[in-house]
């Protein structure tokens, strides 16, 4: 029995970019450069992508009245390691899962709803490397696009909704 064709790999550039109504991806132009953003919608449903899947540098996630998980713990992320996040949860939820490790930095506006970031605390492990090298959180360096740990930028907005950041 022969084996099917690998599918495509998804586009990466606007040039790329799907252009049928069924299709995630819509491409911005910039003045500067062409940046590909991957769309997630999720009216009165739900909409999850898990597991391994290749990243785009920069994501929208749109939950009204349902909800929206992007879990990047095994995502393939941009060679930048940055991946831009614009989250609206209007009566809904954006629930977005980053690797441990990740610098995350959050932002939006809440109205009458939640912008939250629950990542993990220190543990047992992290307190005996401080206390044994004697390097504290502070001396390390601050978050943002780093070599070393991926970094992810979420701007939310929540109208009687949550947009939230986890850890795994």
């Known amino acids: 029995m022969p084996t099917p064709p690998p599918a495509p790999a998804r586009p990466r550039t606007p040039a790329e970019a799907p252009t049928s109504p069924g299709d995630t991806g819509s491409a911005l132009q910039t003045a500067d450069t062409d940046v590909f ?73 809440p109205v009458l709803g939640s912008i939250e970031q629950h990542l993990r605390r220190k543990g047992a492990r992290e307190k005996i490397r401080e206390w044994v090298t004697g390097e504290r959180e502070e001396d390390l360096p601050a978050p943002g696009p780093s070599v070393e740990r991926p970094y992810f930028h979420v701007t939310g907005r929540a109208i009687l909704g949550t947009v939230k950041v986890t850890g795994r």
Not at 54 to 73: C, M, N, W
């Open 37 to 109: 953003t991957e769309t997630f919608r999720a009216v009165f449903s739900s909409h999850q992508r898990a597991g391994r899947w290749e990243a785009s540098d920069e994501i929208e996630a749109r939950a009204v009245f349902g909800e929206v998980t992007l879990d990047f713990t095994r995502a393939e992320l941009p060679p930048s390691g940055t991946v831009e996040i614009h989250a609206s949860a209007i009566f809904g939820e954006v629930h977005i899962i980053v690797p441990d490790g990740a610098d995350v930095d959050i932002d939006g506006t």
